[in-house]
């Protein structure tokens, strides 16, 4: 069973910094590309970014580029999502999902809160 | 960026057909997918590439489009498909959500 389970939100002060981890487990996690999905309260769902199965294509949506690295440990079956410069505005649910332009399987997402 | 639009909200009867329509604000090919995302749930892969069933979704859900519309028809709708549908496209970078289409029964 495919099994993606995000770990890392709560509350953070805007301007810090933040990481979340997603621990893949039921497939063979270096066979994938991997993403970053995100849900603000009440709203749709935003794009954030994706990386190939060895870390050597990075695409991100442009307005987070220079705030949000995504990177992966393969031998962890671990897939990251490193933010910085955090605002009110990044207040959201952050779901990790498998897949390259889509994506199959989403994990049940974490919480990050922005707030003083 | 790649807009799509959705309509916001629809509400059927049980046994009744729906469509849900994506319209794009530019062509994105048949690279459009569709999700299903019920309260309090991460959303879940229904249909790719415009038209495909994902493995184990009831073929109650079908999918059509191409260029710039898209259409998701659930036929016919039952209780359990109360949910937000989503499209998605990845043909023009960044790949982009549609503001959501939220499915009420009557």
């Known amino acids: 069973e495919v099994k993606l389970v995000e770990s890392g939100g709560g509350l953070v002060q805007p301007g810090r910094s933040l990481k979340l981890s997603c621990a893949a487990s039921g497939f063979s996690f270096n066979d994938y590309w991997m993403g970053w999905v995100r849900q603000a309260p009440g709203k749709g769902l935003e794009w954030i970014g994706e990386i190939n199965q060895d870390s050597s294509t990075i695409n991100y949506t442009p307005s987070l580029k220079d705030k949000f690295t995504i990177s992966r440990d393969n031998a962890q079956n671990t897939l990251y999502l490193q933010m910085s410069k955090l605002g009110s505005e990044d207040t959201a649910i952050y779901y990790c999902a498998r897949g390259w332009e889509l994506f199959d399987y989403w994990g049940q997402g974490v919480m990050v809160t922005v707030s003083s | 960026d790649t807009v799509l639009t959705q309509s916001p909200a629809l509400a059927v009867s049980p046994g009744e057909r729906v469509t849900i329509s994506c319209r794009a604000s530019e062509s994105v090919s048949t690279l459009m997918h569709w999700y299903q995302q019920k309260p309090g749930q991460q959303p879940t892969l229904l249909i790719y590439l415009a038209s495909n069933l994902e493995s184990g979704v009831p073929a109650r859900f079908s999918g059509s489009g191409s260029g710039t519309d898209f259409t998701l028809t659930i036929d016919p709708v039952e209780a359990d498909d109360t949910a937000t549908y989503y499209c998605?496209?990845?043909?023009?970078?960044?790949?982009?959500f549609g503001g959501g289409t939220k499915l009420e029964l009557k």
């Open positions: 998605q496209q990845s043909w023009n970078d960044p790949w982009t």
